[in-house]
């Protein structure tokens, strides 16, 4: 069974707003890790936060991960039509050789 | 570095044909795994190995197999295509530990 699951399946916001996608997975983790597909298009990892992390940085991307609830957050903050794309996240246990995903939320960022 | 390379790009087979996904990675990533994107169900992992030699099952690997004889290279055969496994395979490779896997650009596969 797929290890993470987005919500919400699809949002849509303006140029400007922040973006917040949710994620859910079912076993422990030892990472959980966010991708961007653009269509058509390979995936390209964003950020890893591991299972002893709380909150991460990168540019304009914020992860959270509760362990206790198990679930992950990935905030887009001043989003630009260009992160119009569906975001994953993934679970990976071990030492990350079995990552596997959930469906995927897709973003749409209008100008 | 060329990355993760997929060939090909796009192919159509006929029900019960046998063909190999390749998938070549030039990093030294000790992980290598094969995904498959249908719509609406986003990636399952199909198979994945640790290393040369190395390969183990992921979610959905009925019809499908694979070996990695070398660290660069880790092909995906299907023995007798079937329509369900018309999909988008996606080949990605990882260094051991906490590193992000980076993806090829993916096989495009019609199975009529």
């Known amino acids: 069974s797929q290890q993470g699951e987005e919500d919400p399946q699809a949002l849509s916001i303006q140029e400007g707003e922040n973006a917040t996608m949710n994620c859910s997975y079912k076993?422990?983790?030892?990472?959980l890790q966010w991708y961007r597909q653009n269509s058509g298009r390979g995936l390209v990892h964003l950020i890893l936060?591991?299972?002893?992390?709380r909150e991460k940085h990168s540019g304009r991307l914020r992860v959270t991960l509760d362990t206790s609830k198990k679930s992950s957050s990935l905030l887009i903050t001043a989003s630009r039509a260009a992160d119009t794309a569906s975001y994953f996240c993934?679970?990976?246990?071990?030492?990350?050789?079995?990552?596997?995903f959930g469906k995927g939320t897709l973003l749409t960022v209008n100008p | 570095n060329a990355g993760v390379t997929q060939t090909p790009k796009f192919q159509v087979l006929k029900t019960g044909q046998s063909m190999t996904l390749q998938c070549a990675q030039d990093?030294?990533?000790?992980?290598m795994s094969w995904y498959r994107q249908d719509p609406g169900m986003g990636l399952r992992l199909i198979h994945y190995?640790?290393?040369?030699?190395?390969?183990d099952q992921g979610e959905v690997p009925n019809g499908y197999n694979v070996s990695r004889s070398t660290t660069e290279d880790f092909p995906l055969r299907l023995l007798s295509a079937a329509p369900s496994q018309t999909s988008v395979y996606f080949c990605?490779?990882?260094?051991?530990?906490?590193?992000?896997?980076?993806f090829g650009s993916g096989t495009r596969l019609t199975v009529v």
């Open positions: 990605a490779s990882s260094y051991s530990g906490p590193y992000g896997y980076t």
């Open positions: 993934g679970g990976s246990g071990g030492s990350n050789y079995k990552l596997t």
């Open positions: 190995s640790v290393g040369a030699g190395i390969t």
């Open positions: 076993t422990s983790i030892n990472n």
């Open positions: 990093m030294n990533h000790e992980y």
């Open positions: 936060i591991r299972s002893n992390e």
